[in-house]
């Protein structure tokens, strides 16, 4: 198992707090169970079909403790679970609640989304940061998902072992400075890269690698010797897209 990363903030939703987003049969079931006097303790362990990286589990865990705060009576809820960041194998058990049905029941759909989500992406990351190695991966998908989720999905690629991601939202979510490249559009209105670069160097903060995007206008091979002679060791990189 790997240590335990300092847990990041994840602001719980009103809507899934209400159980607007659970699946409608678990509310049915609540309301048959309360009319029936049936509220056992029960255990909820939940597990992967494949093996993979978790990821959710911080946030998951954010919402239970928010769900529990509000139990009252004599049975206390227990939740052990791994951590983000730590491997599972095949039908691995990564997370077990304890606690009346009553209590969390109506939460299994979110808390199976955000596992299944998180963990899917972080464990992509990880195949991708495995193939790439040496060579450092960057995080760079948020234009692939909804907006409401780009944060999410940045803070699993770094916990998949990217070094970085490209939105300020979710880097600020793995503890990061947000990393990023150049723009097409910035290339093509200044109709040429190297003078793309240079504006670039000039006005973006020092600290900010020089990662120059070089397929835009010309053979890359081309663009990439132009740029670097242009900011000699300023110059980080070069991106193909």
């Known amino acids: 198992m790997t240590a335990k990363r300092p847990a990041p903030h994840f602001p719980t939703a009103a809507d899934v707090l209400s159980g607007e987003t659970a699946d409608v049969y678990f509310e049915r079931a609540r309301a048959i169970l309360a009319a029936e006097g049936l509220d ?6 939940i597990f992967s079909r494949g093996e993979g990286i978790l990821c959710g589990a911080e946030e998951a865990l954010a919402y239970l403790r928010e769900i529990f705060a509000e139990v009252d009576g004599d049975a206390r ?7 983000d960041g730590d491997p599972f194998a095949t039908k691995e058990v990564v ?12 939460y299994e759909t979110a808390i199976l989304g ?5 963990s899917g992406w972080a464990s992509a ?12 991966v960057i995080g760079f998908g948020a234009r692939h998902v909804h907006p409401s989720v780009a944060d999410q999905m940045d ?19 793995a503890g990061l400075a947000p990393t990023g490249t150049m723009p097409h559009a910035l290339v093509l209105i200044f109709g040429d890269t190297v003078r793309a670069a240079e504006a670039f160097d000039r006005h973006i903060d020092p600290e900010v690698p020089r990662v120059i995007l070089v397929d835009t206008f010309k053979d ?4 990439a010797l132009r740029v670097a002679d242009a900011l000699g060791d300023r110059l980080w990189g070069v991106r193909l897209d």
């Open 95 to 106: 997370m077990r609640i304890q606690a009346r049905y009553s209590a969390f029941g109506l």
């Open 77 to 83: 809820p227990v939740v052990e679970s791994l951590h």
């Open 40 to 45: 056992p303790v029960v255990t909820m362990e």
């Open 220 to 223: 890359e091979a081309e663009e």
């Open 155 to 173: 803070y699993a690629s770094v916990v998949g072992g990217c070094i970085g991601a490209s939105t300020p939202a979710g880097a600020r979510l």
């Open 114 to 118: 955000i596992l299944a989500s998180c």
């Open 125 to 136: 990351a990880r195949r991708i940061v495995d193939a790439a190695a040496p060579i450092p």
